[in-house]
């Protein structure tokens, strides 16, 4: 992340919402400990979820969530670049494209006839789309959701002017460093761990279960070393290693193209 | 802009809805003192995920589904669960059926607590935002706070996280808790139910506009319990019907204005789902207690304004908030975390009480386990018509009142419906239009 330049005495936030389920804005007032005393240290100037008063621009923080998937939200998050000084994608939405990006590999009219008896009055873009593909971004913060304490780090960091301290790791050493049994060595069941971002605090193995992917790509994941051995020790069908590609962070690269690979059998 | 001089017409418009759960928009004209257009506008992006489920496995729905929407994400999570398990004859009974209620119940507390102190309760005591709201009443804020953690270490503990729980799967649970997981819960709510009290004896204080609507109320109806996972879906007019039924009885139509489809009867009457139309129909099966409460403050079911839907809120916070404690008390870990699945073709029907009513879903699925078709009906969509019917009857009382206040005033009254737009579209935009 960029240090950004000095912000204001007390800084202002806005909070942005685009295609999403509100889960990561959310995760601000879920902070039920922190919330009034971070109201004191931030003036919270634009946030629709939690107050009726939107103060115009400049803000010295922009949080975006959700990810662009209309004409609208095109024109919207390219005003907000403007506005603010800088700009956080928060969750797997605004950092990946989110669950929605599975219309990606579709055909969205066919998608829109399916579910909207007059599709014409439904504007969409082709595709969903991370907030970076449009603006540029100073952090990206991942998860679905995002996890809140991260979003405290982020945040304090920024007050501070100094990088947040952020994993870019495999959610296995996290796994690992909270002392929770492997669950792919003790109960066989396929995860995710080794090619996924830690964050969450590893909480799927913590639950008996493999992870699922929400916190997106790990730094170098090696893919196709977990592929393998998914398909010749755990009993992984191609279309299934495809569908655990393509979840809430499955448009973001190289999950993105591993997933084509498995689907046109490219991938060993 | 004054109606005084120019009784006419009058346009009210708000375009970004404020404390709502997604994006949506309101234009009202009002001619004379005749309303002759409302657009209860949703232009939350739609995300298709009916569309996406096709081809997926049965067992990533709940996953998915969640992700509808992050306040209410269990609801999503139990009516895809329950309806897949009806496709394939899957039964989740006792200790394991019982943890889902808790689970409920803690969803119905953090959302419910949400949106009464911070999304509604501000338009009563006239404040922009429960962050002003704390610079005079701290007390409650923080009250409110508190409670709304407990509701969310239900889910937390439950589910491994407040926002899109990992914990829940089709059959049941990957792990349930042990006996000694819950006790500091179970200490936490009881130390919150005093707060939830005087909170509700608050809420009776305040002044509420006055406008009795004659809903159809529908909601589910347990014989025994106040209905969450099931049971049959009941209307105030007499219809009593299998929840495999739902489509027969109810449909989903499109208008230009929203990109979520508007819930109505067959018969094309609008209804009310949601905390009142649950009360309505189930108060018989609530705690004494409660019904004691409700005395002590006048409150009356069936109660017919929507108004009052946070006091109805209220009721049901501390409903959950002893149902939980109940449930706690008796917890016995079962001996599995799920029910038995063997996978099997069917097509099943599933429908929950999700904070905002109830939530339906059906699902197709093939031998092999995944999805043909899926369709997923959310209490908002199911209440834009009826939102859009107060309005109507609403807006004309107003008239005297300036334009920011009555633009505020039609705002509260959206706001009673606690919409979930990111449900929905499947938003809010108001606009009054008086000319």
Not at chain 1, 8 to 19: D, E, G, H, N, T
Not at chain 1, 177 to 205: E, F, N
Request: glycine share 8%; charged share 25%; with cysteine.
């Amino acid at each position: 992340m960029n240090i950004p330049g000095p912000l204001s005495q007390k800084p202002r936030l806005a909070v942005y919402k685009f295609s999403s389920c509100d889960g990561c804005q959310l995760q601000i007032l879920e902070l039920e400990d922190e919330l009034l005393e971070l109201a004191g240290e931030i003036e919270i100037a634009y946030f629709l979820e939690a107050r009726r008063q939107a103060l115009p621009g400049p803000y010295d923080i922009g949080l975006v969530e959700g990810s662009i998937s209309t004409p609208a939200e095109e024109r919207l998050i390219r005003q907000a670049r403007k506005d603010c000084k800088v700009l956080v994608s928060i969750g797997a939405c605004a950092t990946a494209g989110g669950i929605q990006a599975l219309r990606n590999w579709a055909d969205i009219d066919e998608y829109k006839k399916r579910i909207y008896p007059r599709p014409e009055w439904v504007a969409t873009l082709d595709v969903a789309s991370p907030i970076a593909g449009y603006v540029y971004i100073d952090f990206e913060l991942r998860g679905c959701p995002v996890n809140k304490r991260q979003l405290v780090e982020v945040l304090s960091a920024l007050l501070a002017q100094r990088r947040p301290h952020l994993p870019t790791y495999s959610l296995c050493i996290e796994c690992k460093r909270a002392g929770i049994p492997c669950v792919m060595v003790a109960r066989k069941t396929p995860c995710l761990g080794p090619i996924t971002q830690a964050g969450c605090g590893a909480i799927c193995p913590k639950f008996n279960r493999g992870c699922y992917g929400c916190f997106g790509p790990a730094e170098t994941p090696n893919i196709a070393a977990l592929g393998r051995f998914f398909q010749e020790e755990r009993n992984v069908s191609r279309p299934a290693m495809v569908r655990m590609l393509r979840s809430f962070n499955g448009y973001l690269e190289p999950f993105k193209t591993s997933s084509d690979d498995y689907e046109q059998c490219i991938q060993p | 802009m004054s109606n005084a001089s120019n009784p006419e017409t009058r346009v009210i418009e708000v375009h970004n809805l404020a404390r709502v759960e997604g994006e949506g928009s309101l234009h009202l004209k009002i001619q004379g003192n005749r309303v002759t257009d409302i657009r209860f506008g949703i232009f939350e992006p739609p995300r298709f995920f009916e569309a996406f489920l096709r081809g997926r496995s049965f067992d990533e729905v709940p996953d998915i589904t969640a992700r509808i929407c992050g306040i209410c994400p269990v609801a999503y999570q139990m009516s895809s669960c329950t309806a897949i398990e009806a496709a394939m004859n899957i039964k989740v009974e006792g200790q394991l059926r019982l943890l889902r209620r808790l689970l409920y119940c803690g969803e119905w507390i953090e959302s419910h607590v949400l949106h009464m102190f911070f999304l509604h309760l501000p338009d009563f005591l006239g404040y922009e935002s429960a962050i002003s709201m704390a610079a005079d009443h701290k007390d409650l804020v923080v009250g409110a706070l508190r409670l709304k953690k407990a509701g969310n270490e239900i889910v937390r503990l439950l589910g491994g996280r407040e926002v899109h729980p990992i914990n829940v799967r089709v059959g049941g649970f990957h792990r349930v808790p042990e006996r000694g997981e819950l006790d500091a819960l179970g200490e936490e709510l009881s130390a919150c139910r005093n707060f939830a009290v005087d909170a509700i004896r608050f809420l009776a204080s305040l002044r509420y506009p006055e406008l009795e609507i004659d809903y159809d109320c529908v909601a589910l109806r347990h014989p025994k319990e106040v209905a969450m996972l099931d049971g049959a879906i009941a209307t105030s007019r007499g219809l009593e019907i299998p929840i495999s039924q739902f489509p027969d009885h109810f449909e989903e139509i499109q208008v230009p204005h929203s990109t979520a489809l508007h819930g109505r009867l067959r018969n094309g009457g609008t209804y009310l789902v949601g905390p009142l139309a649950r009360l309505n129909l189930n108060w018989d099966l609530y705690p004494p207690a409660i019904k004691k409460l409700a005395e002590e403050i006048k409150f009356t079911v069936p109660c017919h304004n929507q108004f009052k839907s946070l006091l109805a809120r209220g009721f049901e916070t501390l409903y959950a908030l002893d149902h939980a404690l109940e449930l706690i008390s008796a917890y016995a870990p079962p001996s599995e975390p799920a029910a038995e699945i063997k996978v099997r073709q069917g097509v099943g029907h599933g429908c929950t009480e999700a904070p905002r009513g109830i939530l339906y879903h059906r699902y197709e699925i093939g031998a092999d386990g995944l999805i043909r078709s899926a369709t997923i009906v959310p209490p908002t969509a199911q209440n834009q018509p009826q939102i859009e019917a107060d309005l109507a009857a609403y807006a004309p009382r107003l008239l005297s009142l300036p334009q920011e206040e009555m633009t505020l005033r039609c705002e509260q009254l959206i706001r009673n419906y606690d919409p979930c737009i990111s449900c929905a579209t499947h938003f809010l935009k108001l606009t009054v239009d008086r000319g």
